[in-house]
């Protein structure tokens, strides 16, 4: 599943998208830097290193306009929405959707248990995961996280000495502090087919 990138990292990568729709090819480094004001050619290839860390895209160092973009649709309108069966898994499929629904980097995964049911998100709902990290979390956020081998997905408290993650009944809090952020629930699908029926790609509107 992908790991959440920085407002900056998020803006590159939407960046090098627009570019190559516009261009056929890359910017190099130095126009990378240019449209995001970074005089030095190092803090842009850190950056592009970082997103091949992430799984967005592959990059030959060795060339001025050395990426590849990974699982990305380059239509005008649209956007390529990966779907995860199991978070430490590779994708079992995915969606294209209008950009209006979803932004670059935000993935597909399954409402694992029934504790946010109250304010009608289900169990096997398919979520829209925006890969974020937890400083940019605000007092609502429906989260996705992971608490040690287990997925978590719950609504986001701030209390006086920091920020809880809460579920429905019985459910104890769970200190933000002590999970490892996925991202922020942004939206979700309810489908009537089980999740790992999703083979391939299919565009909103087509049966499956």
Known sequence: MPEPLTDLERRVLEYLVQYLRSNTYQPSIREIGREFALKSTKTVSELLQSLADKGWIERDPSRSRGVRLLGLQLQPDAVSVPLYAEPEHPPVGGLIL???LGRTGTYLL???????AGIGILRGDLLFVEPVKAAELGHGDIVCARLGTTLVVRRLT??????????????????LAGVAVHGRVTGLIRRLQPVAAASQAVPVGVPV
């Open 98 to 100: 209008d950009r209006q």
């Open 110 to 116: 399954g409402m694992p248990d029934a504790l946010l």
């Open 158 to 175: 701030k209390i006086p000495d920091g920020a809880v993650l809460e579920g429905a009944g019985a459910a104890a809090p769970i200190p």
